[in-house]
């Protein structure tokens, strides 16, 4: 069992920069694919930026070099850098972990990511 919990959301103006962390406890981190992946009102959710645990790494084309993804399996975190924010950018982010082995997906409760100026 694997549970996440995200922070670091807020509200920022556009260009600015927010720094997600999503924090695991449970056994086993480093086995996990972690991802971020953002919901919009009345969309599905859609992944931002997957880091495997072999450590390769996909951005959603709309994030692509404006935010990073990245792990620590020692802490049993993973974090997304989000810099040069756009109002599009608004959304609510979850925190994912999936064992590709056997398909499990865990979720976190997600947190809430407003650009506005």
């Known amino acids: 069992q694997l549970q996440l919990v995200e922070s670091g959301g807020g509200l920022v103006r556009p260009g600015g920069s927010l720094r997600l962390s999503c924090a695991a406890s449970?056994?086993?981190?480093?086995?996990?694919?972690m991802a971020w992946y953002r919901q919009f009102p009345g969309k599905e959710r859609e992944l931002v930026a997957g880091?495997?645990?072999?450590?390769?790494?996909n951005y959603a084309d709309s994030v692509k070099g404006r935010f990073t993804i990245s792990r620590d399996n020692n802490k049993k975190t993973v974090a997304l850098q989000m810099n040069s924010l756009k109002p599009e950018d608004t959304a609510v982010y979850y925190c994912n972990a999936k064992r590709r082995t056997i398909g499990t997906v865990y979720w976190g409760q997600g947190t809430q990511v407003s650009v506005s100026s």
């Open positions: 880091m495997t645990t072999g450590g390769s790494i």
């Open positions: 449970g056994i086993f981190f480093s086995i996990y694919d």
